[in-house]
């Protein structure tokens, strides 16, 4: 595999060149063969209670590094489309620009105080998409493309991406031999969230005082009314519909990873609810912390849990490292950095340095 610095390099040196090998690819819509071998990596997925199911797994796919240079022009060219044609729903973030995840979480926040600023009670049923980019269809996404009016050139390009990939899985005593990929869109390509995120925007529908959020596979369904049981069969209609739409999709949502959270104010005097719903004959139970893409969110809103526990462990990595007696061992050597400059002669006596110059 050519390591990216060469491509650089070849850019460098002559900038027409890989332009000009991408050119007709681009045009004609195709993603050679040679392209979409690529080589699997396991990895275990961190906070797992048992690792004796494959499902504790996430194969990480190495792509080639010449092939992620047009999968990364093709993302640029979609995503200026992806708004534009309503390839995407206005309530989905992640895979494009100013949609990332605090941009999410911020959004979450924003609309359920205002929910309560009106007076509603306020809940949020989290959930998950189950192995979300193994499960996108190429000929599904294909239609979807060509019913929003897309270039021809993309859908093509789109569908031989798809289309014929090969991968082998590399651990010990591997048979490093390349197996056929029938579906999905491989994990690590520039391109694949963006396909991922159009692929599921169908699942997306308006709720009445609501809002229905989403950052690529992760879910938060979040429904209001004047009383708790009213508001529970709301978000019980809204998952059945849910549902039923992913299952049109081929996709599910793992109940281990559904959470549900009742918000409060500061106004409110009494206990914490602890009305729960009831989802596929199985019943749960209100959290009183969720973490949802990286911020721990409290009934209360209160930013002081997520930051006192991100400061700990911040605290905690310090003083590791500090009394660590290898610190400083991955930093490379001086020489190897460029350091001491050429003007700063060796043989002249102390080299000098940016933050403590020589008196002139």
Known sequence: MTPNSVWKR?????????CGLLAPLVIYGSHPLTLKRADGIVLDKPGKSSYDSASSFRVIVLLQTFSK?????MNSRLSCLARVTGLINPHQCGSLAGLSASDTTTTLTHEVKTLQIAGRKVSTLFLDIKGGFDKVNPATLCGTLKAKGVNPYLVSWTKSFLSGRTCRILYQRSPKVFAPVSVGTPHGSPISPLLF???VSSLHCSIPRGLFLSYIDDFGLTASSTCYRRKIQILQKQYAGLKAKGAQRGVSFPIPKTELIHWRTNRDRGPNSSAPIHLDGLVFIPKKEVRWLGYLFTPSLSTTPHFVKRLAKAQAAFVAVKGSPLRGWAFPPS???GWPPPSSSPSSGTARTPSHPQPT
Not at 10 to 18: E, Q, S, Y
């Open 197 to 199: 995120v159009i692929y």
């Open 10 to 18: 070849v850019h460098l040196v002559a900038p027409h060149r890989i």
């Open 69 to 73: 240079i047009l999968e990364r022009i």
């Open 335 to 337: 020489s190897a950095i």
